[in-house]
Antibody, heavy 120, light 106 residues
Framework: QVQLVQSGPEVKKPGSSVKVSCKAS????????IAWVRQAPGQGLEWVGG????????SYAQKFRGRVTITADESTNTGYMELSSLRYGDTAVYYC?????????????WGQGTLVTVSS | SFELIQPPSVSVSPGQTASITCSGD??????VAWYQQKPGQSPILVLY???KRPSGIPERFSGSNSGNTATLTIRGTQAMDEADFYC?????????FGGGTKLTVL
């Protein structure tokens, strides 16, 4: 069974950066891909970006382009999402997600979520 | 930009059928996935490719997608089905989620 285990909560100041990790057991991100979705307090799910083999290269939601980078370390089977120039509105739970099958784009596996709080 | 619109809330009596819609321009030409999320938990995939159920998802969950509307249908709704539901589709290589629908079983 695949498990995605994310790093712990973060508190960051406005203007700084945060890097959230997602370690997978079973299957590499190069084969299956990874996506990041966030959820602000009391709000719905919001697509941040992803790197799926199906699409060939990383893609990011328009509102995050230039501020977000999604990478993966194959040696440790860990994915990362780095978000820079943090604003108060970036306070949210950030989830990593992964498909069960190669070359698919439906997210069968999700991490437990990482709360990122932006506060001065 | 491509948007998916869901009703904020749907109510259903136990044992009855609940239908949650998701609307978007020519949505029928795309594949839709549905995710269920209970308070304090990570989302769970309940339908993909419009109507396919992952292993472990009860048969009472079904889906359709045509024209501008995709629909998640839950037959014989149970109290345990009370949750937020989100549709998701792809605008080229960018994921798009609907705003979510809170399903109340009362």
């Amino acid at each position: 069974q695949v498990q995605l285990v994310q790093s712990g909560p973060e508190v960051k100041k406005p203007g700084s950066s945060v890097k959230v990790s997602c370690k997978a057991s079973g299957g590499t991100f190069s084969n299956y891909g990874i996506a990041w979705v966030r959820q602000a307090p009391g709000q719905g799910l919001e697509w941040v970006g992803g790197d799926l083999p199906l699409f060939g290269s990383p893609s990011y939601a328009q509102k995050f382009r230039g501020r977000v980078t999604i990478t993966a370390d194959e040696s440790t089977n860990t994915g990362y999402m780095e978000l820079s120039s943090l604003r108060y509105g970036d306070t949210a739970v950030y989830y990593c997600a992964r498909p069960a099958l190669r070359n698919t784009s439906d997210f069968d596996y999700w991490g437990q979520g990482t709360l990122v709080t932006v506060s001065s | 930009s491509f948007e998916l619109i869901q009703p904020p809330s749907v109510s259903v009596s136990p044992g009855q059928t609940a239908s949650i819609t998701c609307s978007g321009d020519n949505l029928g030409n795309k594949y839709v996935a549905w995710y269920q999320q209970k308070p304090g938990q990570s989302p769970i995939l309940v339908l993909y490719l419009d109507r396919k159920r992952p292993s472990g998802i009860p048969e009472r969950f079904s889906g359709s997608n045509s024209g501008n509307t995709a629909t998640l249908t839950i037959r014989g709704t149970q109290a345990m089905d009370e949750a937020d539901f989100y549709c998701q589709a792809w605008d080229s290589t960018t994921g798009v989620f609907g705003g979510g629908t809170k399903l109340t079983v009362l």
